[in-house]
């Protein structure tokens, strides 16, 4: 059964299946809510409350857009006041293990060194990229969206989709240059 017959199925009263949503989804939205909370216990509180919510708002759900899509919406909505409430510590970086494709090539054991080398760099300096620029690396990489559900979620312009991504990648790269070249002048100690 798909997600629209599953939902209209709920609607129709057969509410005890909301419990196949929560079983199909619950593992996407905890991977894309970790992304930026640590505390596992926070995680816990807003997983529940996209759940919630989407539970009590099933019947505003427009039919016409993926319900995938609509569920990542109140996740991001979720996640964005809960870390608007909390201390920046609350902030997780991404695990670039899947970022780092466009960032390297090859397989020898000086790319491996590498990758590990941009990865902690990422890691580092991953929060000053803004967060519609983070968001956006969340949702396309870690997530695996189309541009479609990413501008639904984010409620964007699938163009501007594209942009952000594109603006993020290069500045990620241009602080990976950057840290190499002054690893190579000596500027900074083993970084």
């Given at each position: 059964?798909?997600?629209?017959?599953?939902?209209?199925?709920?609607?129709?009263g057969?509410?005890?299946l909301?419990?196949?949503?929560?079983?199909?989804y619950?593992?996407k939205i905890?991977?894309?809510?970790?992304?930026?909370?640590?505390?596992?216990?926070?995680?816990?509180?807003?997983?529940?409350?996209?759940?919630?919510k989407?539970?009590?708002?099933?019947?505003?759900?427009?039919?016409?857009?993926s319900f995938?899509?609509?569920?990542?919406?109140?996740?991001?909505?979720?996640?964005?006041?809960?870390?608007?409430?909390?201390?920046?510590?609350d902030?997780?970086?991404?695990?670039?293990?899947?970022?780092?494709?466009?960032?390297?090539?090859?397989d020898?054991?000086?790319?491996?060194?590498?990758?590990?080398?941009?990865r902690?760099?990422?890691d580092?300096?991953?929060?000053?990229?803004?967060?519609?620029?983070?968001?956006?690396?969340?949702?396309?990489?870690?997530?695996?969206?189309?541009?479609?559900?990413?501008?639904?979620?984010?409620?964007?312009?699938?163009s501007?989709?594209?942009v952000?991504?594109g603006?993020?990648?290069?500045?990620?790269?241009?602080i990976?240059?950057?840290?190499?070249?002054?690893?190579?002048?000596g500027?900074?100690?083993?970084?």
């Amino acid at each position: 059964m798909n997600d629209q017959e599953l939902v209209n199925l709920i609607r129709s009263g057969n509410k005890d299946l909301f419990s196949e949503v929560v079983l199909r989804y619950e593992p996407k939205i905890s991977r894309y809510i970790k992304k930026f909370i640590w505390d596992r216990d926070d995680l816990d509180d807003v997983i529940q409350n996209v759940f919630t919510k989407s539970y009590v708002y099933l019947n505003t759900y427009d039919d016409k857009q993926s319900f995938n899509s609509w569920l990542y919406r109140i996740a991001h909505n979720e996640a964005i006041n809960f870390l608007k409430k909390s201390k920046p510590k609350d902030i997780s970086f991404i695990d670039i293990d899947t970022f780092m494709p466009f960032l390297s090539s090859g397989d020898g054991a000086d790319d491996k060194t590498l990758i590990r080398e941009n990865r902690e760099l990422i890691d580092k300096h991953l929060n000053s990229l803004e967060s519609k620029y983070r968001e956006v690396i969340v949702l396309y990489f870690y997530e695996d969206l189309d541009y479609n559900e990413i501008s639904e979620i984010l409620k964007i312009p699938k163009s501007t989709v594209g942009v952000r991504l594109g603006r993020a990648k290069q500045k990620l790269k241009t602080i990976l240059e950057e840290n190499k070249r002054l690893a190579t002048d000596g500027t900074i100690g083993g970084a």
